[in-house]
């Protein structure tokens, strides 16, 4: 019986729903929800390719000026683009005059934001007294952000003839408007700025020391005198101030020495307390009375 020959076999062929002619894609929705981006993305786009040309470009011509022609055409490109300083924001301020601040940021509104550098507006507000750190950045379209980590004013530095608020550090940050920072302890002398924080520190465990000092007094920059409101000089021991001012608390709860008119409590000798004391008034001499005598006339 002759076969007849078998029809080819062919896949099954899907065709693909016909779409309605007169609704969008949802590439076309996307793209056009989102029209608004493409043209500053388009531009970024071109910016950073012309970017990169002139970049190399100046590379390969001037290799010491290609930094600086770089960071010029970042600038004009963002500047183009709409990139530009709007607000400046300075958190952390609280003493550090605003004129400074403004001077080491180096920003105005208006300026191109590429061509504002954080690390360098970073490194002036650092060189003010006030500023113990600073961190700077760019938020970008158009707000540049400062927060500032500020000295502490920590007492008044007397050192011939001249008066400067210090930090706990001994760095002068101020030395006009002394009274604006309210009542600061007095340190007075050479090295007085510097080592005062840890004095002062033994005092707080001391208070009815401390209510009743005036000054704290370096001598020869390596020790200790108390100034005492009534006028007392307090020698303190080199090096051992703290057992010096337990022992001298111990003597004022008792005996109220500290309320006594004194001129000095010298306690540099561990073994003994050497006071010294007002000088008596003399009292004044009563004229001798002399005799009157009387002339008479014959």
């Known amino acids: 019986m002759a076969r007849e020959p078998m029809a080819a076999r062919r896949a099954p062929v899907r065709t693909a729903p016909r779409k309605d002619p007169d609704r969008p894609s949802r590439l076309r929705l996307w793209l056009k929800r989102r029209r608004g981006l493409l043209r500053p993305a388009a531009l970024w786009l071109i910016g950073f390719g012309l970017l990169g040309a002139s970049g190399y470009a100046v590379y390969a011509v001037d290799p010491a000026g290609r930094v ?124 007085a700025e510097k080592h005062a924080a840890a004095l002062y520190d033994l005092l707080l465990a001391h208070r009815n020391i401390l209510a009743r000092t005036q000054a704290l007094v370096r001598v020869g920059e390596r020790r200790w005198n108390l100034r005492l409101h009534s006028g007392t000089d307090v020698l303190l021991p080199e090096g051992h101030e703290a057992p010096a001012l337990n022992r001298l608390s111990e003597l004022h709860s008792r005996n109220a020495l500290l309320d006594r008119p004194l001129v000095a409590v010298d306690m540099r000798l561990p073994d003994r307390l050497v006071v010294r004391q007002q000088p008596l008034a003399e009292q004044p001499v009563a004229p001798a009375r002399r005799n009157a005598t009387r002339s008479t006339r014959g």
């Not at 963002?78 to 601040?101: F, H, K, Y």
């Open 68 to 191: 600086r022609a770089v960071v010029e055409n970042a600038a004009e490109l963002g500047l183009a683009a709409g990139l530009e300083v709007a607000e400046v924001v300075v958190e952390g301020r609280e003493n550090t005059p605003p004129d400074l601040i403004r001077g080491a940021i180096g920003a105005e509104l208006g300026d191109p934001m590429l061509g504002f550098s954080p690390n360098e507006a970073r490194e002036r507000l650092e060189t003010i007294a006030w500023v113990k750190a600073a961190h700077v950045e760019r938020r970008l379209p158009g707000t540049i952000l400062v927060r500032l980590t500020e000295r502490e004013p920590f007492a008044i530095w007397q050192h011939q003839g001249r008066f400067a608020v210090i930090d706990r550090a001994g760095l002068v940050v101020e030395t006009e408007t002394l009274d604006a920072f309210g009542p600061l302890p007095l340190v007075v002398g050479a090295g």
